[in-house]
């Protein structure tokens, strides 16, 4: 079975800052890799597929990169609104989500 | 726009079968996407359960798969889930989503999410 291990699992930054997540994957995924964002209370929300294309409606701020087992999605300026819990999805075989990064400002 | 919305019990006695039923609307059921339900217990990661396409089609969480059905009632443009001979670990909150079938298999529209509790 594919693991999915994402890091860190929190992190604090400011606004305005360059925001790193990473997620890599046991074996290869190619680019079957998707991210999300939740806030609580709500449901979880794509923001890249494909490792690094944008969902329509979603800030450009937001992109990702990677393919094979490593993958990234970087906030490029962090905004208030940007504080939700982020994972990564593997969608190249039995879907499987990473165990997702809390962000907070 | 694509919504779903889940339905059923909140509350389902230990040993009983949780019941939940996901509406569609803004999109036919028959539609090229699977039909899935993914659960959160709380404070946790996502768990995928399973995924039903509209011909009857169904894939399940190798993990879960004794104990869960998917059905899909097109004319109803609805999906269904039942999860049996539950214990308080399968609470959570159950979303149904819809997974495309091309390009990463992301999930690209969610229910707002309905919190079951197994409780007697």
């Known amino acids: 079975d594919i693991q999915m291990t994402q890091s860190p699992s929190s992190l604090s930054a400011s606004v305005g800052d360059r925001v790193t997540i990473t997620c890599r994957a046991s074996q290869s995924i190619s680019t079957y890799l998707n991210w999300y964002q939740q806030k609580p209370g709500k449901a979880p929300k794509l923001l890249i597929y494909?490792?690094?294309s944008l969902q329509s409606g979603v800030p450009s701020r937001f992109s990702g990169s990677g393919s094979g087992t490593d993958f990234t999605l970087t906030i490029s300026s962090l905004q208030p609104e940007d504080a939700a819990t982020y994972c990564c999805q593997q969608g190249y075989s039995t879907p499987l989500f990473g165990g997702g990064t809390k962000v907070e400002i | 726009q694509v919504q779903l919305q889940e339905s059923g019990p909140r509350l389902v006695k230990p040993s009983g079968t949780l019941s939940l039923t996901c509406a569609v609307s803004?999109?036919?059921?028959?539609?090229?996407?699977?039909w899935s339900w993914v659960r959160q217990p709380p404070g946790k990661g996502l768990e995928w359960i399973g995924e039903i396409y509209h011909s009857g089609s169904t894939n399940y969480n190798p993990s879960l798969k004794s104990r869960v059905t998917i059905s899909v009632d097109k004319s109803k443009n609805q999906f269904s889930l039942k999860l049996y001979s539950v214990t308080a670990a399968d609470t959570a909150v159950y979303y149904c989503?819809?997974?495309?079938?091309?390009?990463?298999?992301?999930?690209?529209?969610w229910g707002q999410g309905t919190l079951v509790t197994v409780s007697s």
């Open positions: 494909a490792a690094s």
């Open positions: 989503a819809s997974k495309t079938v091309i390009s990463s298999r992301s999930f690209d529209y």
């Open positions: 803004g999109d036919s059921i028959s539609s090229n996407n699977w």
